[in-house]
Each structure stands twice: as C-alpha cells, then as structure tokens.
C-alpha cells in the first residue's frame, strides 16, 4: 500500500527588489555605508575605553587618598611589637621539634641555605604587593617576612634582644650618616689599610 504524500508548499519568495542584483553604483554605495558604520563603531569603541580608562584613573586616585590616611589601629587584641619577641621565643623552641609537625623546624633541619633562600621569596613576593600597592597583601606578605627572618635569626644563633639593641643604638642617628660610618670600617676590617673601597 502507498501512501500518499503531500507537497509541502514552496519556500517563501523574496520580494523583486532582494532578487534584483545590486549594480556598480550600488555596490559603491553599500561598501560607503559599511564603512561609515565601522567607523561609528571604532569611535564609540575608542569612547567607551577612554572613559572606562578615566574612571579607572579616579578611582585609583581615591585609593591612593585612601591610603594616605593614617594606618588603621592594630585589630589584634594586645598587639604589639612583643609579638615579635614572643615568636623568637616559639621558633627557638620549636628547633628540637619533629620537622613532621612543626613548620618552624622543619625549615631549619633543612639547613641555612634553604631557610635563607625562603626568606628570600617572602621578601620578593613583599616587593611585588608594595609595588602593586595591594595593602592587605602587603599587611600578610610583611608577616611572612618577618616570621622567616626570625627563622633565620634563630638559624644563625641570633636573638632578638640583640637586634632590637642594634636598632636602638642606631636610634637618632642619620641614616647616611651611619651608613658613611660603616662605608669607611669596612676596608679597615678587612685589613686593606685604608677606607677607600677598591
């Protein structure tokens, strides 16, 4: 048995003028019309990124007015310069500890090169968030910081109380001032009998 099947209708013609072909002149037309609407739309590109780029630059402006407030008040509470004191006494004790469950002494059982070279990172990834001016980033990365070089004070048999008399000792004297001072001993120590440096 067939089966009868049903014409479909043909498709939908297009009006005569879509049918008729574009002359010269026309085509002349359409690519000055296209080129006219690219332009409009590069200006308007060029616009859109020119005022997103202003107000970028305000707002970075505000920021840096921001951070010219003066610093925000310690969060922690009892915060202060002797945690640093406290976390020399915790690094030194931690020295004996399983390097398995102590961070602190598994980065001194790997020896002065290694813990010199993490401080080293920390100090590096420091710079990048004070160059990029990212202040919460900068606030950890200082942590960071200044937890390795307790490491490496405990590391090279320093202790704190000897750097804190070192920076009061420094304390009310110019900064280039002591440094011409320890330009000139420097030769004198290294037995080169004079205090030009080679």
């Known amino acids: 048995m ?4 049903k014409k479909r209708p043909s498709a939908v013609v297009a009006p005569e003028s879509a049918l008729a072909m574009p002359t010269p002149a026309g085509r002349k037309a359409d690519k000055k019309d296209a080129r006219k609407a690219e332009t409009r ?3 308007t590109k060029k616009a859109a ?3 997103a780029a202003t107000k970028k630059a305000a707002g ?3 920021a840096r007015k921001k951070s010219a407030a003066p610093p925000a008040p310690p969060q922690g509470v009892g915060a202060s310069p002797a945690v640093l004191d ?3 006494a915790l690094v030194q004790d931690r020295r004996g500890a399983d390097p398995a469950i102590s961070h602190s002494a ?3 059982s790997r020896g002065t090169a290694k813990v010199a070279q993490k401080f080293g990172e920390e100090a590096v990834e420091c710079l990048i968030e004070a160059v990029s001016r990212n202040r919460d980033a900068l606030v950890a990365e200082s942590a960071d910081v200044l937890y390795h070089l307790i490491v490496m004070w405990v590391d090279g048999g320093v202790r704190a109380d000897e750097v804190w008399a070192e920076l009061q000792r420094r304390e009310g004297v ?3 001032a002591e440094k011409a001072s320890r330009a000139r001993s420097l030769p004198l120590e290294l037995g080169l009998g004079t205090t030009k440096i080679p």
């Open 41 to 43: 739309k590069a200006e």
């Open 49 to 51: 990124t020119k005022q």
């Open 106 to 108: 598994r980065l001194l």
């Open 60 to 62: 970075k402006k505000i």
């Open 2 to 5: 067939g089966k009868s099947v």
């Open 86 to 88: 406290r976390l020399w």
């Open 174 to 176: 110019s900064g280039v």
